[in-house]
């Protein structure tokens, strides 16, 4: 696991020692970042379900205005600062939380250029995030939100505009259209 672009290319990330996190592998995120662009300048990105926050640390690594990086696992944001450190990618606009996911969305007063979103594949924490990222409006003009899972993503009201498969791994990509 490392940062494959950007400032900090080729640093290597800690892991957390738990079978309960599924890092975002290379080959995914490099797809990702290939779809949104190289350069994430000015972004301000929500790293939901952030595990070691290779997602986050790599929109660091290509520009990105903020990150705030949220898991519920203590162990996992505790190897958050770690990479943070490690890659020296803290440009002062950093956050970090240790709490639920639905605790953060209905609380946060900020608009996000990019959500990525990767729950535990067995959950419905996708679509409930989704759910609330519409309902609080957390995504800004153009932004988009992005989920990885397995198998289909069932949502209530969005569709994605755009998915791509990685062997049993899905990024699904959501937007709100005008009129929404």
């Known amino acids: 696991m490392r940062i494959v672009s950007g400032k900090a290319r080729g640093h290597s990330l800690y892991m957390v020692k738990s079978t309960a996190t599924r890092p975002t592998a290379d080959r995914i ?18 790293d939901l379900f952030a595990g070691i926050g290779s997602i986050g640390l790599e929109a ?21 600062k770690r990479n943070i450190a490690h890659t ?23 608009k996000f250029d990019l959500i990525y979103l990767d729950p535990p594949y067995a959950s419905n924490y996708a679509a409930v995030a989704l ?13 988009i939100a992005v989920v990885e899972h397995d198998k289909n993503l069932i949502t209530d009201s969005w569709q994605p505009y755009r998915q ?10 959501f937007r709100i259209e005008e009129g929404e």
Do not use: M, P
């Not at 995120?29 to 929500?46: H, R, W």
């Not at 990150?67 to 996992?76: H, N, R, S, Y």
């Open 60 to 80: 660091l690594s290509r520009g990105a205005a903020s990150v705030t990086f949220v898991d519920v696992q203590q162990a996992c944001t505790d190897i958050i």
């Open 164 to 173: 791509k498969k990685y062997g049993q791994i899905y990024l699904s990509f």
């Open 88 to 110: 020296k990618l803290d440009n002062g606009r950093v956050s970090i939380i240790n709490s639920d996911y639905q605790q953060v969305l209905k609380n946060t007063l900020e």
């Open 29 to 46: 995120k490099e797809a990702l970042f290939n779809i949104l662009g190289q350069d994430l300048t000015g972004y301000q990105v929500l």
């Open 131 to 143: 759910e609330l990222i519409r309902g609080y409006n957390l995504l800004k003009e153009n932004g």
